[in-house]
Each structure stands twice: as C-alpha cells, then as structure tokens.
C-alpha cells in the first residue's frame, strides 16, 4: 500500500512514516523544505513538497496513494483558532479524495472531568477551536485518533518540554492544587502502530484513542521533574499558579480520564514502549 502522510517530519508523523516503511508499505511524505525532503529519501519515502495552505498541493500529492494519514497542524497558540479552522478546510479537501484517511485530534478536547472513551465527542468548535479537525473528518467519514496531551519520546517539544522549561525557569517543579488532575500517555512509536493498523485493517469503527497509560496524575509529572532537576516540587493555587505557568496554566490543570478499551480490542493494540515518567527520566527530557 502507498501512503500519504502529511506532517512527515514532525514529531508524530516521522515515526508514522518509519513505521510504516518498516512494514513493507510505500510512503509519500508531505514536508515543507528541502533538508526534510532528503531526510525522506534516505529512508526510503519519497517527498511531497507542499505547505499546510498550499491545499490543491497536498490532493494532487494524496491521490498517488492508496490511504491518507493526517497529522500536520501549526500549533502557533497566537493564531490557534485560524489553524483550526485552516485544519477543518484541509480535511474537507482531503475527503474529497474518497480515499482511506485518517485525521488526528487531541483527547485534552474530552475534559470532561468524567470518564470518557471513544464514543464520546468533543464540545462545539465555536466553543473550543480545535474540534474543528473532528467536526471535518466526521463529514467526510475519516476516521480520527485521538492523541493524549503527553505523546512523548525523543525530539518531543510538547507539553512536558514546556513544564520542563517552565520548572527551571522558577527554580521549581509545581502543580495546581492537590495535582490529581489526569494526563494520559502514549509513546509515539506505539502511536505509530496504531495508525498503521487502522490503514491496514479499515475497519467499522471511527475513532480510535492512542493511550497506553490511562491515568498519571500530573503531580507525579512534576514531582518527577523536580527530582530529575535537583529542585523542590510544590503545591499551586490561584494567583500562584498562573505567576507560575502562566499561559500554560489551563494546561496544567486539565484533567481527562479516557479508555482505550475499544482501540486495543478492535484493532489489537498493544503498546510496548516505556511510560511517560520513565521516558522523562531515561529520555533526555532532563538535560
């Protein structure tokens, strides 16, 4: 099978494309410069020269194949709400194409403060911006994964980066109020699988959830930062909490509680690789 992947040097998207490779598949790679071009073919994927924007671009490379798998978004937080909407437009085009597709979404939209699985749907996109990519794909019929806000493992430069730098920038590693607040967890090479599997096996099912660890409360998070840097991990509430994470702090204190129940036994799921707290020890994240 020959497989569009766009976003194929990102940090999700490069294992996609490895992963896939590794199975025998044929991969042509959207990227936006040349050195990430030549990165492509030194594996054995071939280059698609397009910018997210550039939507005639990006169709004509995606009718080549045989599946499209969508994981490029700008997560400039400046202009959020226009790269949703960007997003939104995209994935329209893309269904247009008939083909296989899959489009990626974030289940930090499920903050629900309640249990949730992949049955569940995220709040109105005039509501939260983001929804945008899953009000899209379920127009089209694509199918749509679910990424846990910790998708974390070498060449991350998500959330746990941003706490990391944030902890050393304060001289210490915080959370916000008891710090029981959930973040669920994937490595990206199991991510990787998981979109592989869906492109090879089509099935019934719509959307999936790439978790491999369910619930790590986010003070374990910054406790194990603190350790890791040598520096105190404490409580924050109110005022101090903001002066402390601040733009970040709606971040910190999001809580999801999701299952992965029906992605492990539809598609035979099985995550391997080592836990986000281990990762963060062992990973570089430190350094």
């Known amino acids: 099978m020959r497989v569009f992947v766009t976003g194929a040097s990102g940090f999700v998207g490069s294992a996609i494309v490895k992963e896939l490779l590794q199975a ?42 045989d599946a499209i798998i ?27 194409t008939k083909l ?20 569940d749907t995220p709040p109105p996109s005039d509501k939260v911006p983001r929804a945008a990519t899953e009000e899209a794909a379920r127009s089209v019929g694509a199918y749509i994964v679910r990424l846990p806000p910790t998708t974390h493992g070498e060449g991350d ?37 998981l979109y592989r599997l869906i492109v090879e096996k089509q099935p019934a099912q719509k959307v999936f959830h790439a978790v491999a660890e369910v619930r790590v409360p986010f003070r374990d998070i910054a406790t194990t930062i603190g350790n890791g840097l040598n520096m105190p991990t404490v409580s924050k509430t109110g005022a101090d909490a903001e002066a402390h994470f601040g733009w970040f702090t709606h971040f910190a204190g999001m809580g999801v509680m ?28 430190l350094k």
């Open 258 to 285: 999701p299952s992965a129940e029906e992605t492990k036994q539809i598609l035979g799921w099985e995550p391997r690789e080592k836990g986000i707290l281990e990762d963060i020890v062992e990973g570089g994240y």
């Open 100 to 119: 296989p597709f899959i489009a990626t979404s974030a289940i930090g939209l499920l903050n629900y403060e309640r249990p949730v699985d992949e049955s």
């Open 24 to 65: 025998g598949h044929q991969v042509l790679g959207m990227v936006r410069s040349d050195i990430n071009a030549e990165a492509l073919k030194k594996i054995g994927a071939t280059a698609h020269m397009a910018d997210l924007t550039d939507i005639e671009s990006i169709k004509a490379g995606a009718v080549q194949c």
């Open 70 to 96: 969508h994981t490029a978004f700008n997560h400039d937080f400046s202009r959020f709400k226009q790269s949703s909407e960007e997003d939104h437009q995209l994935i329209l085009a893309l269904g247009e």
């Open 157 to 193: 430069h998500g959330f746990v980066p941003i706490i990391i730098n944030i902890a050393k920038a304060k001289g210490e590693s915080a959370y916000i109020g008891e710090g029981k607040n959930n973040w669920p967890a994937v490595h990206r090479f199991d991510a990787a699988v």
